[in-house]
């Protein structure tokens, strides 16, 4: 009953919801920003993702870090991870740390000045898509041409790397977790290929989607849809008993060595990061 009625409303059709189910909580699958102990995150946390990056560089060479953050939560959890990873590693040193609100039009302030730096990487953590791609534009008019980290969600190859000429810096790295259909290495992935289809016969997306918001909720509905298939009664209580209790599940569209796992306490559902680095045409995940 319970698949049956979210595959219904999905679909846009209105349908009655039985007495039994007006009490079923919401099922918060969220992520990235740290969230009330009464949600359960569906992916990794933006702390998490700096810290994947940082400890990457911990682990690699030496290098000196310029860091751009955006002035709010959002870049602080970032900020966050990627610090406490590099804090007590002699081989990584962070030359200037600068923050930029989220109304500005501009970054070009902040990149002349850390480019200044001379630092061979920059952490940067903005959340706006144009900002991005127009840092990058003047990073390379400055004929300054570092290592990037971008968040998972404004690191996009069509959006982002490509008007941003992003082939042209030694590395481009992200945080991934799931496939992207814009990806050429994933055009006849099964999994891409339901997802499409999916995506055309249920909403009124135009074009194969250029942002990870899509895959996301796809992803969490999996999760949902997961947790509903392993009910035994349409209640509150097996709903709570159900959703804490998955492992081992792949969801659609998730990359080999993400898993998710619901069991521990204080870790989203999908707690595993993959880092990646921009071939020229996708991400790939590094070995």
């Not at 898993?259 to 595993?272: F, R």
């Amino acid at each position: 009953m319970c698949n049956e009625l979210i595959r219904q409303r999905a679909r846009g059709r209105s349908v009655s919801t039985p007495d039994d189910l007006q009490h079923l909580p919401r099922g918060a699958l969220s992520g990235g920003c740290t969230q009330s102990p009464m949600q359960l995150d569906a992916f990794p946390t933006y702390v998490e993702e700096g810290r994947a990056f940082g400890e990457m560089l911990a682990a690699s060479g030496t290098h000196k870090v310029a860091v751009l953050s955006q002035n709010d939560d959002y870049g602080k959890d970032y900020l966050t991870g990627f610090t406490e990873a590099v804090e007590d590693a002699p081989n990584v040193t962070i030359t200037k740390m600068l923050t930029y609100e989220v109304p500005d039009i501009s970054l070009d302030g902040q990149i002349t000045e850390l480019a200044a730096t001379g630092a061979d990487v920059i952490f940067n953590a903005v959340s706006q898509p144009h900002l991005t791609v127009s840092a990058m534009r003047k990073a390379q008019s400055l004929n300054w041409l570092p290592s990037w980290f971008l968040p998972s969600n404004t690191s996009g190859v069509t959006p982002i790397l490509k008007p941003a000429g992003a082939d042209v810096f030694p590395n481009v790295y992200t945080i991934g977790y799931h496939k992207t259909p814009d990806d050429p290495a994933y055009a006849n992935d099964a999994d891409v290929k339901t997802f499409l289809a999916d995506l055309a016969a249920y909403t009124k997306q135009p074009a194969v989607p250029e942002f990870p918001h899509c895959m996301w909720g796809y992803m969490a509905a999996s999760i949902l849809d997961k947790t509903f298939q392993q009910m035994t009664e349409p209640t509150r209580e097996e709903f709570m008993t159900q959703l804490p209790s998955i492992q081992g599940y792949q969801t659609p569209l998730m990359l080999a060595g993400a898993e998710v796992d619901t069991t521990i306490d204080g870790e989203p559902a999908i707690s595993s990061v993959i880092l990646e680095r921009f071939n020229g045409t996708g991400y790939q995940p590094i070995d």
